[in-house]
């Protein structure tokens, strides 16, 4: 079969992968620059790098250790206490790069819209230039834009996929151009701050003095429409009353909102299935790094069994 993937997160990638390698034509198209959805990693001046979104690969079922690209990685945390975490090594977009390898990815082109006709799908972009023809198609974007995809192709699918709640998250990435001897290389006792965490200190980053600061689902929530600056002042300002000064000054500071960042309550589907046409992503059977992964995995054996 020819099938369609939209979207190049971890859900996606896999479904792609396994599609791929059992024969079958597969383009993944992706609305940004590149592989990893919200495992991407951000780039600043000089070369640094932010893991702005999912800062570490969680699962409570896959031993994420094993999956390409990835790592354990020590927090320290404030009072001498540790704590294990997985994450993408040399960037939390790693293992996304790994899946990706040889697949016909084609990024900064969005999906506008999924049309049915006979047994094969048209996509369009959003001038509704077309997009190409397909036997088959994965559905695999946060499920709010997974549910608009859908609409006139799949209506159940969409039904479901808009039943699915999400939690936004503002992260601020900042560099310091001095090390700031801190004691510890992550803490989650900042209100309002679901977790700062130190990115030099990670598997292959590089040395410089670097964290993502990222809001808690309330204060993401308050300010969801704010401008980046303010986002960046609101959790500096924490960030200083946490550590006990301000100086020195960042010299550099960068704001991104994840209007997706958390499915609140899953769907208890691996993925969602209406024949040819599938949904899928961490907000099917789970809402981590694994239940994506898994999902992933759900969709490519839906559709190979079609």
Not at 44 to 54: K, L, S, T, V
Not at 136 to 146: D, E, H, L, Y
Request: proline fraction near 7%; charge should be negative; glycine fraction near 10%.
């Amino acid at each position: 079969m020819r099938i369609a993937v939209i979207g190049a997160g971890l859900a996606g990638l896999t479904a792609a992968r396994e599609l791929h390698e059992e024969g079958h034509t597969v383009v993944v198209w992706e609305k940004s620059r590149g592989p990893g959805g919200r495992t991407s990693t951000r780039r600043g001046p000089n070369g640094m790098r932010f893991d702005h979104g999912a800062p570490f690969l969680h699962d409570g079922h896959l031993p994420l250790d094993e999956v390409a690209g990835a790592l354990r990685h020590r927090l320290n945390l404030p009072g001498g206490a540790t704590r294990e975490e997985i994450v993408g090594a040399p960037a939390a977009n790693a293992p996304a790069k790994r899946l990706a390898r040889g697949l016909d990815l084609r990024a900064r082109q969005r999906v506008e819209t999924i049309l049915r006709s006979g047994a094969q799908y048209h996509l369009a972009a959003e001038d509704g230039g077309a997009m190409g023809v397909f036997d088959a198609v994965a559905v695999t974007a946060p499920a709010p834009q997974a549910a608009d995809l859908l609409e006139h192709a799949a209506p159940w699918l969409a039904e479901r996929a808009r039943s699915v709640d999400y939690a936004p998250c503002w992260s601020v990435m900042a560099a310091w151009d001095e090390p700031l001897h801190l004691g510890f290389t992550a803490t989650t006792d900042i209100p309002g701050i679901a977790l700062a965490v130190a990115e030099d200190a990670k598997p292959g980053r590089g040395d410089g003095e670097r964290w993502v600061l990222q809001l808690d689902e309330a204060l993401s929530a308050e300010h969801l429409e704010a401008e980046p600056d303010d986002i960046i002042a609101l959790a500096l300002d924490r960030w200083h009353a946490r550590i006990g000064r301000t100086e020195p000054a960042p010299v550099h500071a960068a704001a991104h909102r994840w209007r997706y960042a958390r499915p609140r309550v899953p769907l208890p589907e691996t993925c969602l299935s209406a024949g040819t046409i599938v949904a899928a992503g961490d907000w099917c059977g789970g809402h981590s790094a694994g239940a994506a992964i898994r999902s992933g995995r759900a969709a490519a054996a839906a559709l190979a069994g079609a």
